[in-house]
Every structure is written in structure tokens, then in C-alpha cells.
């Protein structure tokens, strides 16, 4: 860790931007497993920045002891599978402790974040939230790690999925399944290359994840 004399004017810099898709406030640390979803989901989406002893509202209350700093490390290194490679920088402002760890995007998605019973979740960032990334999700990161997922000529599961588009925009994806009478699984997979490829649109709207053609 790195320690300054005082990095005042750098820290009310980055508060200043607030909470958004690449930073995040912590004001406390309690749990190492909470902890572990942020890292996840900044690790998962385009990486980020941690500000540890800061409040919401952007005050600096600064970190109170060694404890949270040893959860941090925690959850870095014992609640993400892979480990993530974070980097933790400790500053000074007006007498407060606060720790900036910063987050890179990984090459090789996902990092799954461990629950209390050791369950694997992935997360990603949207905004200024960690949200469970989708089945699309992991699917897409898949096929990009296995090189698969291309398209040569488009099959009939195909068609009937860009139809069930075209007929309701702004679908989920169990709507989808009903509509298009694809199973789940083909679904899932098929859905992936059409987001990959640019002919297909997620977002997350309402607390869930849409699909439309583009």
C-alpha cells in the first residue's frame, strides 16, 4: 500500500465525479462477501475504483481500523474465484484514512464473487449499481473465451427467435422462451451470438434484462 502526507486535493477530486459505472463509495467495511460483489462486478464490466471510508454523500469519515483493511484483502483474494488483480492504495486526507482500491477489467470474464455459502455469483456494473449478471452474460463471456458462437447460416431456432423480436421489442428472456417455443438452453445460447454480433440489444430496465433487435 501507498502511503502520502496528504492526498486531499486528489481524493476530492474523485469524490467530486460521485458514484457512477467505474466508482463506487464504501463507507464502511462489514463484510468481506459484500465487498467481493463490487470487486466482481467492476472486474466483469470496465473495471473501476473502490473509495473505502467515504459516505455516500461523498464525506471523507475515513477508515477505522486494521480490521477492514484485512476484509478488503479478503475479499480480493478469498471471495473471488478467479482472484482478482485489485490494488490497494492507502491516502491521507484531513487526518482520515481512506483506501482507494482500484478494480482492472479482467481479459478472462467472469470473476464470480462467493456468497455465504460458498455459492458463485457473477456481477456486473451498470450506472452505479452491481447487478447478477444474466444466463446471457455468462453465456457471451463463454463462447468469447472458447472462440464459438459464430454464425454461418442462420438455422431455423435462429429465425424464430428474430421474429418473436420483431413481433415485441423490450422482451425478457422467459417471455422469450414462450414466444419463440425455443428452449431455455438454445435460447440462452443463440441470444449471446445475436448480442455479440450487433444484431441484438440488452439492456436493463426495470429491474431486469430486455432483449430487441437492432
Same mark, same amino acid.
Given at each position: 500500500?501507498?502511503?502520502?502526507?496528504?492526498?486531499?486535493?486528489?481524493?476530492?477530486?474523485?469524490?467530486?465525479?460521485?458514484?457512477?459505472?467505474?466508482?463506487?463509495?464504501? &463507507?464502511?467495511?462489514?463484510?468481506?462477501?459484500?465487498?467481493?460483489?463490487?470487486?466482481?462486478?467492476?472486474?466483469?464490466?470496465?473495471?473501476?475504483? %473502490? %473509495?473505502?471510508?467515504?459516505?455516500?454523500?461523498?464525506? %471523507?469519515?475515513?477508515?477505522?481500523?486494521?480490521?477492514? =483493511?484485512?476484509?478488503?484483502?479478503?475479499?480480493?483474494?478469498? &471471495?473471488?474465484?478467479?482472484?482478482?488483480?485489485?490494488?490497494?492504495?492507502?491516502?491521507?486526507?484531513?487526518?482520515?484514512? =481512506?483506501?482507494?482500491?482500484? =478494480?482492472?477489467?479482467?481479459?478472462?470474464?467472469?470473476?464470480?464473487?462467493?456468497?455465504?455459502?460458498?455459492?458463485?455469483?457473477? &456481477?456486473?456494473?451498470?450506472?452505479?449499481?452491481?447487478?447478477?449478471?444474466?444466463?446471457?452474460?455468462?453465456? =457471451?463471456?463463454?463462447?468469447?473465451?472458447?472462440?464459438?458462437?459464430?454464425?454461418?447460416? /442462420?438455422?431455423?431456432?435462429?429465425?424464430?427467435?428474430?421474429?418473436?423480436?420483431?413481433?415485441?421489442?423490450?422482451?425478457?428472456?422467459?417471455?422469450?422462451?414462450?414466444?419463440?417455443?425455443?428452449?431455455?438452453?438454445?435460447? /440462452?445460447?443463440?441470444?449471446?451470438?445475436?448480442?455479440?454480433?450487433?444484431?441484438?440489444?440488452?439492456?436493463?430496465?426495470?429491474?431486469?434484462? %430486455?432483449?430487441?433487435?437492432?
Amino acid at each position: 500500500m501507498k502511503k502520502s502526507i496528504d492526498d486531499t486535493k486528489y481524493l476530492e477530486n474523485l469524490v467530486s465525479e460521485g458514484e457512477h459505472q467505474q466508482q463506487d463509495f464504501k &463507507y464502511k467495511v462489514m463484510d468481506a462477501v459484500k465487498l467481493a460483489r463490487s470487486v466482481s462486478a467492476f472486474a466483469n464490466t470496465d473495471g473501476g475504483r %473502490l %473509495l473505502i471510508g467515504v459516505r455516500d454523500d461523498g464525506h %471523507l469519515s475515513g477508515v477505522r481500523s486494521e480490521e477492514e =483493511i484485512f476484509m478488503m484483502h479478503a475479499a480480493a483474494w478469498k &471471495y473471488c474465484r478467479p482472484e482478482s488483480a485489485i490494488r490497494f492504495e492507502t491516502m491521507h486526507a484531513g487526518g482520515k484514512t =481512506i483506501v482507494v482500491a482500484t =478494480i482492472p477489467p479482467c481479459a478472462k470474464k467472469p470473476v464470480f464473487a462467493l456468497d455465504e455459502q460458498g455459492k458463485r455469483h457473477a &456481477y456486473i456494473r451498470r450506472k452505479d449499481e452491481n447487478i447478477v449478471a444474466s444466463p446471457v452474460h455468462l453465456e =457471451i463471456w463463454r463462447q468469447e473465451q472458447s472462440r464459438n458462437g459464430t454464425f454461418t447460416t /442462420i438455422a431455423d431456432d435462429e429465425h424464430r427467435l428474430m421474429e418473436a423480436l420483431e413481433e415485441m421489442p423490450h422482451i425478457s428472456l422467459n417471455r422469450l422462451v414462450r414466444l419463440s417455443k425455443v428452449n431455455r438452453r438454445k435460447t /440462452i445460447s443463440i441470444l449471446a451470438k445475436l448480442c455479440r454480433f450487433g444484431l441484438v440489444e440488452m439492456e436493463y430496465t426495470d429491474h431486469q434484462f %430486455l432483449f430487441s433487435s437492432k
